[in-house]
Structure formats: C-alpha cells, structure tokens
C-alpha cells in the first residue's frame, strides 16, 4: 500500500492535520501506527438528547472534548454550534486551533469536579510522551490489597502513569520500604514534580547540574531525582554502569543479582517506543505502575517495558546507597549486607559494572 491509498482512507481525519504536524512531532521520528480499526469511532453520545439541563452547551462554554483519546483531558472552548449537523466549532486551549467536533463529544467543564492537572517532567526525557503500558502483576493480585508471596505493597503506584513519573515514584517508594518518615517522602515527591528553579532554591545550589538539564533544553529525570536524594536526603550515589555490559538479557540479570544495593535502571526494550524505569533492589523490581512489587526474572526483565515487549538493553544505571541512620534503623540491620565494599573498594566484584567516573 502506498501514501496516495493510506491518504485516500485516512486523508479526511482530522488528526492527520491537526496534533499530528505540531512542533513537538515534526522531525521527531515518531511513528504512527495504523491497523484495522484505527478510524475514529462514531460518538458513543450521539442518540443522546443534547437538550437536557446537564448537558445545555453554549458558545463560551468551556468543555472537555471527548473521542479524541485518553492521555490527557482534551479541553477546548465553544466558538459556534451548529444544530442542524449537531456539531460544533471548538478553540483548542493548547494549540489555539480551531477544530470542528461532535456536539454529542462536548462535556461542559465543572471546575467543581474536575481539577486541573499539572504538566509533568516525561520520563526517561521530558521531551518524550507516555509509552506502552508496563508489565502488571496478575489480575488476582490488581484486585486484592494483599502483595503476592514474597512481595511487597508499593504504597505509591499510578496504574496509567499519564504524568510520566516512573522514576520518581520508583525512588518514592523505595524510600518507604528504607523506613523513611511520611514527611521526607512527602518532601522528595514535592521537589520531583517541582520546576528546576524551585529544586536549585531548595537546595540552594548555584546552579542546576549540566547532567540534570542536558544541552541546556532535556530534562534527565533519573539525575534529577538523584541530585535531590544527594543534596537534600544525604544519599550517595554510584557512577553510571557500564553500557556495553548491559546488552544482555542474561548478563544483566547476573549482574543485578549480583549487586546488593538499590539499582535505579532505565529500560531499552523492542516494541516499545519509549524506555521504562524502575528500581531493582534485593531481587525484586519497584515499578510505579504495579500496585506490588514483582519478582525480578528472566521473564519480568524480559518484559518490563510492557507485555509483548522484549528487552534489549539498559540505558543507564545507578546504585543509590542510603545513608547510615537509614541503614541503621532497617529491620535487621545487622544482617543485611549492602554491598558498599563490593563497589568502593578497588578488589570489588561488582566494580567492573560501573563506569570510573
């Protein structure tokens, strides 16, 4: 099939001139996929009387436009309605464009009900959108408030994950199985999902660290989030891992059985646009789209970017060591070996994984 035949069914989409030529997606390498079924749907609302005291719409009207997909609210202000083809002209509040929809599609907006959501970093970059869904623990498990044996609650989690915080709630709850305090969780989850100006205020630093605003225009959301469990949490942490050690399924899975400390990794994986990140830490990943942890395996890393997905390798990597009253007052504490001699010290065994600066 070639352009002129896919333009010929699809050509009359209004999608297809609209958010598709933004700024954000021209030159982008973005790929839209189409497969049977893609068309966009008739309204489910349009046998619905439109009259009604709940859903009398007029021009000014500011609403929340419905079929246009579920990543985000789609919000847009009534410029003219036509009753005889029951649609209507809308100004899109993102773009200021002007589209015409269904009037059927048009849901007045409640600043009652209905609260406004903040923009929020992506992740790994903040230039990226929200990837494939990830790997979930069964449906038995969604539905019950009970972890799977041998696993934990993650008291933090977004099933959707539409802001994009994978890391930041990965580190959010790794800090609640560290036994910190509600207020120190609190205080991190704040500053993570705050603008970088208020994060260099906070943490009254001079400047906002090259490594955390890339070439002055990406945000790095795992070294932000590392930057801030440094300077305000006095936690240390590792240098990258070594890239080219972590093309392996197999190798990396030895290696992350082989470090003892909490790994914060970032997931290259096919059939996924985008990379997911987690925390791997004694045995098990901290996903922030999983209500519990999940066992890390051959099989759960194979397919932590979501299912039908495979691994392909780790984009970055590194270990976040607590410091020692938080070591300290981990429940046998005495017992629990964290690694830090197998990463400091030259004759380390897990030395070897991790870049020297």
């Known amino acids: 099939m070639n352009y002129t035949q896919i333009h010929d069914i699809v050509g009359d989409e209004e999608w297809l001139n609209g958010e598709i030529k933004t700024l954000s997606n021209i030159g982008s390498n973005r790929i839209v996929s189409l497969t049977w079924g893609c068309k966009k749907k008739e309204s489910l609302k349009s046998n619905m009387c439109l009259n009604s005291e709940d859903t009398l719409l007029c021009v000014g009207d500011c609403v929340i436009v419905l079929n246009h997909g579920d990543k985000w609210i789609h919000l847009a202000r009534i410029v003219e309605i036509n009753n005889v083809t029951s649609s209507a002209v809308v100004k899109w509040d993102t773009s200021l464009r002007k589209a015409t929809v269904d009037l059927a599609d048009c849901q007045k907006y409640d600043n009652e009900t209905i609260l406004n959501r903040k923009r929020k970093a992506t992740d790994f970059y903040q230039n990226l959108q929200v990837k494939k869904s990830k790997i979930r623990t069964s449906k038995k498990s969604e539905e019950s408030s009970e972890p799977p044996p041998g696993q934990m609650k993650n008291m933090f989690y977004s099933a959707d994950n539409l802001t994009k915080l994978c890391a930041e709630g990965a580190i959010r709850n790794l800090m609640n199985m560290l036994q910190c305090s509600a207020e120190d969780m609190a205080t991190f989850w704040e500053l993570a999902t705050s603008p970088l100006p208020s994060i260099k205020c906070h943490l009254k630093e001079d400047s906002i660290p090259k490594a955390v605003l890339k070439n002055g225009k990406w945000i790095d959301s795992i070294q932000k989030c590392l930057w801030i469990l440094r300077k305000k949490f006095n936690f240390a942490t590792t240098t990258n891992i070594k890239l080219n050690l972590f093309h392996s399924l197999e190798l990396t899975l030895q290696a992350l059985f082989a470090i003892k400390f909490p790994m914060l990794i970032s997931v290259e994986s096919s059939q996924a646009t985008y990379n997911h990140v987690v925390v791997v830490w004694r045995n098990m990943v901290i996903d922030f789209e999983c209500m519990h942890t999940y066992a890390l395996t051959e099989e759960s890393?194979?397919?932590?970017?979501?299912?039908?997905?495979?691994?392909?390798?780790?984009?970055?990597?590194?270990?976040?060591?607590?410091?020692?009253?938080?070591?300290?007052?981990?429940?046998?504490?005495?017992?629990?070996?964290?690694?830090?001699?197998?990463?400091?010290k030259p004759w380390g065994s897990v030395r070897k994984y991790f870049t020297s600066k």
């Open 301 to 344: 890393l194979r397919q932590v970017c979501g299912v039908h997905t495979t691994f392909v390798r780790l984009t970055s990597g590194y270990g976040i060591i607590p410091p020692k009253p938080i070591r300290s007052a981990m429940k046998n504490a005495d017992d629990y070996d964290w690694g830090m001699d197998d990463y400091y």
